[in-house]
Each structure stands twice: as structure tokens, then as C-alpha cells.
Nanobody, 113 residues
Framework: QSDLAASGGGLVHTGGSARLSCAVP????????VGWFRQAPGLEREGIAQ???????NYPDSVKGRFTISRDNPKNTVYLQMNSLKPEDTAVYYC???????WGKGTLVTVSS
């Protein structure tokens, strides 16, 4: 198994959309729960989406209805589609796989007002 790698961040206007990708080479996604987390300046890292090995998803209220997590098993990639972005969504976004608690480098998303 290799390190995870998140990508797709950048500058987005309020109300816009972005899609993040998390490459998870060497993992069998059906055996792992993969989650997206974010950390804004001065704040603690928070979980914002998770997809279990069985394909179940869950989200906190702060992003429910706006963010969607999905995965492509043959490509070993997990996605986070983010819509209706707000300035408070500005953060570094990370992906994580469990069991094993694997983390990847984050990708910065900046939402301009």
C-alpha cells in the first residue's frame, strides 16, 4: 500500500463547485473506509464525508446535501464532489483510509466571497 494523494483543490467562487480526488494505490477499496477531512486555519481537523467498504456514505450536517463522496474501485480513487461552496468551506482537504489510519497530503480549497 502506498500513501494516499489528494488533488483537485484550487480557487473557487462562492456558489461554485469543485471535485477532489484521492488516489489510493494498492488498496482494495471494498476493504477500507475512506474519509475526507478538512482543516481550516486555527481550527481542528473535521471529518466531512466517509464511504465504507460496503459503499455506505455519511456526512455531517455542515456539508450534507452539498458534498457527495463516491469511489471508482478499478481506478482506486475516491472523489468528493463539492457544490454550492461557501467561504467557510475554505480549508486544506485530506483523505484517510481505515483500517490502518493512512493519510495523504492535503489539497487546499479556497472559496472566495
Amino acid at each position: 500500500q502506498s500513501d494516499l494523494a489528494a488533488s483537485g483543490g484550487g480557487l473557487v467562487h462562492t456558489g461554485g463547485s469543485a471535485r477532489l480526488s484521492c488516489a489510493v494505490p494498492g488498496f482494495t477499496l471494498a476493504d477500507y473506509a475512506v474519509g475526507w477531512f478538512r482543516q481550516a486555519p486555527g481550527l481542528e481537523r473535521e471529518g466531512i464525508a466517509q464511504i465504507t467498504g460496503g459503499g455506505s456514505t455519511n456526512y455531517p450536517d455542515s456539508v450534507k446535501g452539498r458534498f457527495t463522496i463516491s469511489r471508482d474501485n478499478p481506478k482506486n480513487t475516491v472523489y468528493l464532489q463539492m457544490n454550492s461552496l461557501k467561504p467557510e468551506d475554505t480549508a486544506v482537504y485530506y483523505c484517510n483510509a481505515k483500517p490502518g489510519n493512512y493519510w495523504g497530503k492535503g489539497t487546499l480549497v479556497t472559496v472566495s466571497s
